[in-house]
């Protein structure tokens, strides 16, 4: 069964800019989370997917979004790149919203550089 | 609200040394606790994990106890390798549709 698959790996942008980055869960998980990870703040908790719906949203401005499709795939998007959103952006999907148990399943990520 | 507290890294070994990495939580009812490891280059992937006090998760080596009278969720293993470089996260999970909730992540290098 092939894993959680993030593209592209690596995106260097400039300030002012937009970015989208895409995500596919794995085959029958129907749940989709995004987290940014960077050396100081290490993992941050952007938002979550279940059945095209975000149910759960962490502590980042408006300019972060995301959506999900109905084949599960999902996009994050951020407007107006700014030196600070330079990091790892990780994918997880997993079975369930309620997950009751059911762990995470990463992608490699997408590195991102906003110069 | 939820926390994760591990202990900070990194830790250095020698290869066949016993490891402990420290993790305690805070969190409301009876959450599922697991520990991820992250590799160079790769995101993170599940290595144990229990879903009630007294469990104990276990996975190449590595275990962990989940402790509800100390709220902990200590990972051991009793000989590193080389291999076992990488980050480790501890994380809680609270069911009914809760984020998972990831500290700060401890790194190991083990040399030979």
């Known amino acids: 069964k092939a894993g959680v698959t993030q593209t592209p790996r690596y995106l260097i942008k400039t300030r002012g800019q937009q970015v989208t980055l895409s995500c596919s869960p794995i085959?029958?998980?129907?749940?989709v989370s995004w987290y940014q990870q960077t050396p100081g703040q290490g993992l941050q908790f952007l938002f979550e997917y279940f059945s095209e719906t975000q149910r759960n949203k962490g502590n980042f401005p408006g300019r972060f979004s995301g959506r999900q499709f109905s084949n599960s795939r999902s996009e994050m998007n951020v407007s107006t790149l700014e030196l600070g959103d330079s990091a790892l952006y990780l994918c997880?999907?997993?079975?369930?919203?309620?997950?009751?148990?059911?762990?995470?399943?990463f992608g490699n990520g997408t590195r991102l550089t906003v110069t | 609200g939820d926390s994760v507290t591990q202990m900070e890294g990194p830790v250095t070994l020698s290869e066949e040394a016993f490891l402990t990495i420290n993790c305690t939580y805070t969190?409301?009812?009876?959450?599922?606790l697991f520990w991820y490891v992250q590799y160079p280059g790769e995101g993170l992937q599940l290595l144990l994990k229990a879903t009630k006090a007294d469990d104990k998760g276990s996975n190449k080596g590595f275990e962990a106890t989940y402790r509800k009278e100390t709220t902990s969720f200590h990972l051991e293993k009793g000989s590193v390798q080389v291999s076992d470089s990488a980050v480790y996260f501890c994380?809680?999970?609270?069911?009914?549709?809760?984020?998972?909730?990831f500290g700060a992540g401890t790194r190991l290098f083990v040399k030979a």
């Open positions: 997880a999907s997993s079975l369930s919203w309620d997950k009751d148990n059911s762990p995470l399943h």
């Open positions: 085959s029958g998980h129907r749940s």
């Open positions: 969190a409301t009812g009876y959450p599922s």
């Open positions: 994380a809680l999970q609270r069911t009914g549709g809760f984020k998972t909730i």
